[in-house]
């Protein structure tokens, strides 16, 4: 599987608790149309057949845009949607195991938190690592803060690319700059905004701006 650490820049993960005139495809649909690079659909509620089905429909549409779509955590529905590929947590099936049954089909993303986890799923075959909760999360309430300096120590302890994750909004994704993040994942300031594709094209242009180096930001974008 060809993966272009340039898919990370803007990664769409969906939550359907943002779901409310449109549907999580249209609401996919809006946030691909306003430059999303990557999209995660994560779903932790549905049944296997539900999951399977919206996982097939999302993949068709990522398909026609051309953007790279990853399903979280479970590898039999990735591989059935025909996904491009999967991302996995620390308490999901160990990354060398997703690499062994998947080969090189998928591209295999995987959560990390410290240096040490980082240079683990490196080793075990990951593409690419989801690093937070940078800035807190509203979707993990359970996941522990990850400082600035302990997302540069995750970017710099593997030669695979790290997408910043946790918090992730217009406001502070300049504060990533300098980081070596490869791009900011965001869960509702994509989804939960009321124009999800005016969202999209504004953290866009931001993630442009974040992922060209320079200082980190420490006022937030207003």
Known sequence: ????????????????????????????????????????????????????????????????????????????????????????????MPAAEVRRRAGRRLIVGVSAHTPEEARLAEAAGADYLGAGAVFGSATKTDASLLTPAGLQAVCAAVHIPVVAIGGVNARNILQLQGSGAAGAAVVSGIFGAPDITAACRELRALADTMVQGGPPCRKEHL
């Not at 990370?8 to 809006?30: I, M, P, S």
């Not at 539900?50 to 955590?73: H, S, T």
Request: net charge negative; charged share 25%.
């Open 1 to 92: 599987m060809n993966f272009d650490k340039h898919s990370l820049r803007l990664y769409a993960v969906t939550d359907r608790a943002w779901v409310g005139r449109q549907t999580l495809c249209q609401q996919v649909e809006a946030a691909l149309q306003g430059g999303v690079t990557c999209v995660q659909l994560r779903e932790k509620h549905l049944g296997r057949d539900a999951f399977l089905a919206e996982a097939k429909q999302i993949c068709a549409l990522c398909r026609r845009y051309g953007v790279p779509f990853i399903v979280n955590d479970d590898l039999d529905v990735a591989l059935a949607c025909g996904a491009a590929g999967i991302h996995v947590g620390q308490d999901d």
